[in-house]
């Protein structure tokens, strides 16, 4: 669909370390994709700029946004299967700011990206770690915004390494991605799944609902505690 390097519609060049995406139907026929880019700060990396809607202006993660055409393109010989091609009708930077974008998951018309790293508050410039804001968060994005959304933690989902997240039945379940390892004062520890269930939330479903990132309530919540499931 597009490759790293390759002009975007905003001027920039398409950034690199594709990870998880979400794709939402678009007006007339088009496809929109929420694309995750998971870079660390590391050399090489292409990072993502978005001015003032940035979280943390040094860190070199984010998403972009993919408006796609289909095409047919006849059947496989073989199968007899569909085939289609792929056209990038506008594409451009939605998410900045933010640190090793990895996984995520679909809210209703918003792609949750999470933070696969826990690092900040620090002024230690050259460190491993070094990041003048706290991370370790979700961010949502509206899908239908024409352009660079505000990059706004949601501190209520909590701060841990994320992977991804699955809304179901009013609750957000998300996932961790620690390996296990020793723990002095624990004996052990690592990754866990996590619910979190919001207080008089409806899912942005195009027509006027809340959102995560910036409803003024959204540090109120029922549970936000490691869950076993049944």
Request: overall charge negative.
């Amino acid at each position: 669909i597009s490759r790293q390097g390759r002009p975007m519609s905003d001027g920039q060049l398409t950034p690199g370390i594709f990870d998880g995406m979400g794709a939402f139907r678009g007006s007339r026929g088009r496809t929109i994709l929420i694309r995750n880019h998971e870079n660390r700060e590391q050399a090489g990396e292409m990072k993502l700029f978005a001015g003032p809607h940035e979280y943390d202006n040094v860190m070199f993660g984010g998403n972009t946004k993919l408006e796609l055409r289909r095409r047919r393109a006849g059947r496989d010989p073989i199968t007899g299967q569909a085939l289609y091609e792929y056209e990038v009708e506008r594409d451009f930077v939605i998410l900045a700011g933010t640190s090793t974008n990895c996984a995520g998951g679909i809210v209703g018309r918003s792609w949750i990206s999470c933070e696969e790293v826990v690092k900040g508050p620090s002024q230690e410039p050259g460190t491993t770690f070094y990041a003048p804001k706290r991370h370790g968060y979700t961010f949502e994005i509206a899908a239908d915004a024409d352009g660079p959304v505000d990059a706004v933690p949601i501190p209520a989902t909590g701060r841990f390494v994320h992977e991804a997240v699955s809304w179901s039945g009013g609750i957000l379940y998300l996932t961790e991605d620690r390996r296990v390892q020793p723990d002095p004062r624990l004996g052990q520890i690592g990754g866990c799944f996590y619910r979190y269930i919001p207080e008089d939330f409806r899912p942005n479903d195009g027509s006027g609902g809340d959102d995560f990132g910036r409803d003024d309530d959204r540090d109120r919540v029922s549970d936000v505690a490691p869950y076993a499931g049944r």
